[in-house]
DNA sequence: AATTTGCGAAACCAATTAGTTGCGCATATA
DNA sequence: TATATGCGCAACTAATTGGTTTCGCAAATT
């Protein structure tokens, strides 16, 4: 299935089980144990993740390993880069002067 | 009403919306001829960015102009910054090189 | 003064989402 | 061989989403 990675990061329990796999490989179970839900409720949260390629599986008897894949990310980067400038600019940092005067 | 900016951004009509912005202010009927729905389904897009400040409003008479304020954007800059020393990383390049020579 | 225009809000609807429980199957372990 | 474990899948459910149409109101235009 396509699937849109913008669409996939919107659930901060997607977004929380990414940082757990940046850091290392993890089955599902493992991954299930920082969680309050049930491991087939995150098995659903890795397939959304599997199926726009932001995880890659590794088979180890009957356990998966699930790794992270940087490279799909790199999306949603290109996608930030319009307001990289616009960060950057004078006109914003002078709008943040002037809004913490203010205060 | 709380809202998350990866939440708003998840939709590609609101992406959109926020590319057009980024260029220069807009009232809901001048965004809406951009895009096949009705003004008032724009008009809750709207809403939904307006709530997580990614935009800002100035009223002139019966109109309204909505502008893109940026700054609520770097939120998602800083969840991605955990990804970026992965993107630089001489292993990652190795890997892109390899998965070249497969194809 | 009457009409048109720009807008947000409300009510409704179909589709999707994020969760649940129950299941079957393959692989380990006793 | 019998049992326990790791996993994905299917069926179901309540809540949310993205769209529609209808409406009311204030501001502009005639």
Same mark, same amino acid.
């Given at each position: 299935? &396509?699937?849109?990675?913008? +669409?996939?990061?919107?659930?901060?329990?997607? #977004?929380?089980?990414?940082? *757990?796999?940046?850091?290392?490989?993890?089955?599902?179970?493992?991954?299930? %144990?920082?969680?309050?839900?049930? #491991? +087939?409720?995150?098995? $659903?949260?890795?397939?959304?993740?599997?199926?726009?390629?932001?995880? %890659?599986?590794? +088979?180890?008897?009957? !356990?998966?390993?699930?790794?992270?894949?940087? !490279? $799909?990310?790199? %999306?949603?980067?290109?996608?930030? %880069? +319009?307001? #990289? $400038?616009?960060? !950057?600019? #004078?006109?914003?940092?002078?709008? !943040?002067? *002037? $809004?913490? &005067?203010?205060?």
């Amino acid at each position: 299935m &396509r699937r849109d990675v913008f +669409q996939a990061i919107a659930d901060p329990t997607r #977004r929380a089980i990414i940082t *757990l796999l940046a850091v290392s490989a993890m089955t599902p179970n493992a991954i299930a %144990e920082h969680f309050e839900t049930s #491991r +087939q409720a995150i098995s $659903k949260h890795i397939k959304i993740l599997n199926e726009c390629s932001l995880l %890659e599986q590794k +088979q180890s008897g009957r !356990e998966i390993y699930y790794h992270f894949n940087p !490279e $799909k990310m790199k %999306e949603v980067d290109v996608w930030m %880069e +319009q307001f #990289r $400038k616009m960060w !950057e600019s #004078r006109f914003d940092q002078l709008d !943040e002067i *002037l $809004k913490n &005067r203010k205060n």
